[in-house]
Each structure stands twice: as structure tokens, then as C-alpha cells.
């Protein structure tokens, strides 16, 4: 498989266009989702990334007793990956996680890429238990995203966790996360910011941003890099704002700042057929300024919805 940075090499200075799926709610069907991206494949992405979700848990009474259950809300990462392999000969991202993974269990993973063919994956902290203030980390597992990144670089070495001998290497192109507005747990961004340096030291090959409404945001943040010696390419996440409540619950959840030009526009529609609308202009206007600019892809999480982010693509690419 192509690498993603090779992906954006041969581009030569082209915007490249990709988004990011969710796995569909345990048992739903897997051709709703296939369905669901088709539109959006004819606009060539060179790759889909799609996320990993780690164990909820649930509590039951088993026996008078209330018992609690770990249960995966939306598994099927590595199958999901596969079936668009596949079904669109397109190149599959998997993230990888260190919540809930032992390091042995990450290794066992990360084979199950390799065997599939898969030389790209995003490496993630991941988030915490659903419910939990704050991520904890698996015993015998990783704490940090670096962490977890410098075992992928040891199995592209050739090096296992506790095998003397050496395994045949792994392949993988690794990308790894960054926050234009800070990641929420960081004190100030400059302690964030050192962390990404220390993500991009150890061998991350590519960045992947948090979603953002404000250019500027963006743009700061990579000249920043590139001042700091950063090279690796910095591709920009989009969302196209959909409904009013999300001027609430994006904030909150993503930790983002929302401009107040969009937050006025959104206030004024009396709908969220008028706020999908707004929010498609105003992603298509970031769109046309990042490709100005030279991003190297437009990578939209879509949320395995494709309506939005077809006619953003339709009207850019
Ligand atoms: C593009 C993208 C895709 C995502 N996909 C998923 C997904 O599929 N599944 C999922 O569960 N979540 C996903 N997330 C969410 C992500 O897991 C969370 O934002 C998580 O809280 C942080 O992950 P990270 O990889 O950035 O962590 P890290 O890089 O480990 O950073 C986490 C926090 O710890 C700090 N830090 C880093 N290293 C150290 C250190 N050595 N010592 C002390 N502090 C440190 C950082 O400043 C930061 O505040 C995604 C996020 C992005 C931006």
C-alpha cells in the first residue's frame, strides 16, 4: 500500500482530498455504511481513515448483584477497514489507541494490519472510558500517544516486545494528532505543542489536525511548527457544522472556538436545513483558502455521513 506521504509527494503541491468514518453501532448493517460513502468516492480519496472505539461498560444485575459489563459500542475498525480495501480499492487508515490495549495486545494488532496490507496508521492516546473525567491507562499498556508510536517505530525496526530474535519489520507510516487550539488536558498550548515536537522526534511521519472553524487558527499553528522544526506534512480536519446545538456541544466536546460570524449566521437560521447550508458555506470558504494556501489534504470527519461533505467536495474539487 501507498504511504500517506508519498500520497502527498506525488501530488506535488495538489490538495488531496480524505475523510474519517465511524464503525456503525454494534449490529447495525455494514452496507448502510458502505452505502453511505460510496458518493463520496468519486472524488478519488487516496485514503479513509476510520477511528477506534474503546470498551463502555454496563452495568447489570447478574444475581442480585449489580455487575459491570464491558461492551463495545462500535467495533469492526480492522473488518471496516478491510471491506473498504476491497470494496473501493482505496487505502484504509486505522487509528490505533492505547486505551484498553496491553502493549502485547498492541503488537498482536498491529500484525493484524500488517498481514491485511496496511502501511498507514494514525496513532492516538485515544479517549477515556465513556463516563470517566480522565484517561487511565491499561495495566502493562501506554500512557501517552508517544509512547505507543515508538512501538510501531521498533516493529518497523524489526524489533518485538519480548522476542530475542528479530521479526520481519512492519511498514507502517505513522501519523499522529495535533491541536491547533490545544488539547483540553495540556496546561498552556506551549507544553502541548512540546509534546507534538516530541511525537514528531521519535518518528511520527505525518499530523492530522483537530477540527477547527477559524483558518488563522491553523495557519498559526503550522507556521509555529515549521519555525519549531516541524517538517512533517500538517493536514488540516474540517467539519461542516450541521445543526444549532452544535455551537454547544462541539466547543464542549472538542474544546474549539467557534468565530463569531459563523455563530451569528448559524443564530439566525430558523432550522437545521439552513444551518447544514450555512455550515457547508462556510466550510467550502475554508476550503478554497486552505487550498490557496497549500494544504496538502482537506480531510473532512464526516461522521459516516456523506451529504455535507459531497457538496463541499463538489463545489472544491
Ligand atoms: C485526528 C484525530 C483522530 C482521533 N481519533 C480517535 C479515535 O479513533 N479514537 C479515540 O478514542 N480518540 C480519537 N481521537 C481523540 C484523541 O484520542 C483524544 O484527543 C485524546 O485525548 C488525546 O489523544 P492524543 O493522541 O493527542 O494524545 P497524546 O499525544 O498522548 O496527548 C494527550 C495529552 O497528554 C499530554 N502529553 C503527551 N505526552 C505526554 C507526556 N509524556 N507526559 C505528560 N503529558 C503528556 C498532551 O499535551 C495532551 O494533553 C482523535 C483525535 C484527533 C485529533
Given at each position: 500500500?501507498?504511504?500517506?506521504?508519498?500520497?502527498?509527494?506525488?501530488?506535488?503541491?495538489?490538495?488531496?482530498?480524505?475523510?474519517?468514518?465511524?464503525?456503525?453501532?454494534?449490529?447495525?448493517?455494514?452496507?448502510?455504511?458502505?452505502?453511505?460513502?460510496?458518493?463520496?468516492?468519486?472524488?478519488?480519496?487516496?485514503?479513509?481513515?476510520?477511528?477506534?472505539?474503546?470498551?463502555?461498560?454496563?452495568?447489570?444485575?447478574?444475581?442480585?448483584?449489580?455487575?459491570?459489563?464491558?461492551?463495545?459500542?462500535?467495533?469492526?475498525?480492522?473488518?471496516?477497514?478491510?471491506?473498504?480495501?476491497?470494496?473501493?480499492?482505496?487505502?484504509?487508515?486505522?487509528?490505533?489507541?492505547?486505551?484498553?490495549?496491553?502493549?502485547?495486545?498492541?503488537?498482536?494488532?498491529?500484525?493484524?494490519?500488517?498481514?491485511?496490507?496496511?502501511?498507514?496508521?494514525?496513532?492516538?492516546?485515544?479517549?477515556?472510558?465513556?463516563?470517566?473525567?480522565?484517561?487511565?491507562?491499561?495495566?502493562?499498556?501506554?500512557?501517552?500517544?508517544?509512547?505507543?508510536?515508538?512501538?510501531?517505530?521498533?516493529?518497523?525496526?524489526?524489533?518485538?516486545?519480548?522476542?530475542?530474535?528479530?521479526?520481519?519489520?512492519?511498514?507502517?507510516?505513522?501519523?499522529?494528532?495535533?491541536?491547533?487550539?490545544?488539547?483540553?488536558?495540556?496546561p498552556n498550548f506551549q507544553v502541548?505543542?512540546?509534546?507534538?515536537?516530541?511525537?514528531?522526534?521519535?518518528?511520527?511521519?505525518?499530523?492530522?489536525?483537530?477540527?477547527?472553524?477559524?483558518?488563522?487558527?491553523?495557519?498559526?499553528?503550522?507556521?509555529?511548527?515549521?519555525?519549531?522544526?516541524?517538517?512533517?506534512?500538517?493536514?488540516?480536519?474540517?467539519?461542516?457544522l450541521a445543526t444549532k446545538k452544535?455551537?454547544?456541544?462541539?466547543?464542549?466536546?472538542?474544546?474549539?472556538?467557534?468565530?463569531?460570524?459563523?455563530?451569528?449566521?448559524?443564530?439566525?437560521?430558523?432550522?437545521?436545513?439552513?444551518?447544514?447550508?450555512?455550515?457547508?458555506?462556510?466550510?467550502?470558504?475554508?476550503?478554497?483558502?486552505?487550498?490557496?494556501?497549500?494544504?496538502?489534504?482537506?480531510?473532512?470527519?464526516?461522521?459516516?455521513?456523506?451529504?455535507?461533505?459531497?457538496?463541499?467536495?463538489?463545489?472544491?474539487?
Amino acid at each position: 500500500m501507498t504511504k500517506i506521504t508519498q500520497y502527498i509527494e506525488e501530488a506535488k503541491g495538489k490538495t488531496l482530498f480524505s475523510f474519517e468514518i465511524i464503525p456503525p453501532v454494534k449490529g447495525e448493517s455494514i452496507h448502510t455504511l458502505m452505502n453511505n460513502l460510496e458518493p463520496l468516492m468519486e472524488f478519488n480519496p487516496p485514503f479513509v481513515e476510520v477511528t477506534y472505539h474503546r470498551e463502555e461498560f454496563i452495568e447489570k444485575i447478574i444475581n442480585g448483584r449489580i455487575e459491570r459489563i464491558p461492551t463495545r459500542k462500535r467495533p469492526g475498525t480492522v473488518g471496516i477497514c478491510a471491506s473498504l480495501i476491497n470494496r473501493f480499492k482505496v487505502d484504509a487508515v486505522p487509528h490505533v489507541i492505547c486505551g484498553g490495549f496491553t502493549k502485547e495486545e498492541t503488537e498482536d494488532f498491529l500484525f493484524d494490519l500488517h498481514y491485511l496490507g496496511i502501511d498507514n496508521v494514525l496513532v492516538l492516546r485515544g479517549d477515556p472510558v465513556k463516563g470517566n473525567p480522565a484517561f487511565i491507562p491499561e495495566k502493562g499498556g501506554h500512557a501517552y500517544a508517544s509512547e505507543l508510536l515508538q512501538q510501531v517505530v521498533r516493529m518497523n525496526e524489526g524489533k518485538l516486545l519480548h522476542d530475542e530474535t528479530e521479526s520481519s519489520p512492519t511498514n507502517f507510516c505513522i501519523g499522529v494528532a495535533g491541536y491547533p487550539e490545544k488539547h483540553f488536558e495540556a496546561p498552556n498550548f506551549q507544553v502541548d505543542f512540546d509534546y507534538l515536537k516530541k511525537k514528531v522526534a521519535l518518528g511520527a511521519n505525518y499530523i492530522v489536525t483537530q477540527m477547527f472553524f477559524d483558518n488563522q487558527k491553523y495557519l498559526d499553528f503550522v507556521a509555529k511548527c515549521r519555525a519549531e522544526g516541524i517538517l512533517v506534512p500538517i493536514i488540516p480536519g474540517l467539519k461542516p457544522l450541521a445543526t444549532k446545538k452544535q455551537l454547544t456541544v462541539l466547543p464542549r466536546v472538542f474544546h474549539l472556538d467557534i468565530p463569531q460570524d459563523l455563530v451569528e449566521a448559524v443564530n439566525a437560521c430558523h432550522n437545521d436545513k439552513d444551518v447544514k447550508q450555512v455550515g457547508i458555506e462556510w466550510c467550502i470558504q475554508q476550503c478554497k483558502e486552505l487550498m490557496a494556501l497549500g494544504a496538502p489534504v482537506l480531510h473532512f470527519y464526516t461522521m459516516s455521513k456523506s451529504e455535507s461533505t459531497k457538496k463541499i467536495a463538489q463545489a472544491i474539487f
